[in-house]
Nanobody, 123 residues
Framework: QVQLVESGGGLVQPGGSLRLSCAVS????????IGWFRQAPGKEREGISC????????YYADSVKGRFTVSRDNAKNTAYLQMDSLKPEDTAVYYC????????????????WGQGTQVTVSS
């Protein structure tokens, strides 16, 4: 059974940083691409970035480019989303998702999804 569990969300002031983790169980992260998404209240889900064995940070949405960084530790079976210079508009539930393969981009469709973690940016 494949499970993805996000953690690391919380309340942070504008300009602050958070690092989200996506712990994967049931499969080896080495063979999977990880996508990161977010959904704010009343808005559609937005793809932020993805990370795979071959193309690392496959893409970054314009809204987060230069501020967010994806990475992975295959030995720990965990992917990460480092978020810096956070803005109030980054407030959302953040999700990670996984799909088999060594490549990802903004069109990748994902098979497995985590439950999400809330990020709130507010003073």
């Amino acid at each position: 059974q494949v499970q993805l569990v996000e953690s690391g969300g919380g309340l942070v002031q504008p300009g602050g940083s958070l690092r989200l983790s996506c712990a994967v169980s049931g499969v080896s992260l080495d063979y999977y691409a990880i996508g990161w998404f977010r959904q704010a209240p009343g808005k559609e889900r937005e793809g932020i970035s993805c990370n795979s064995k071959i193309n690392g940070g496959g893409y970054y949405a314009d809204s987060v480019k230069g501020r967010f960084t994806v990475s992975r530790d295959n030995a720990k079976n965990t992917a990460y989303l480092q978020m810096d210079s956070l803005k109030p508009e980054d407030t959302a539930v953040y999700y990670c998702a996984a799909d088999w393969g060594h490549w990802c981009d903004s069109t990748t469709e994902y098979t497995y999804w985590g439950q999400g973690t809330q990020v709130t940016v507010s003073s």
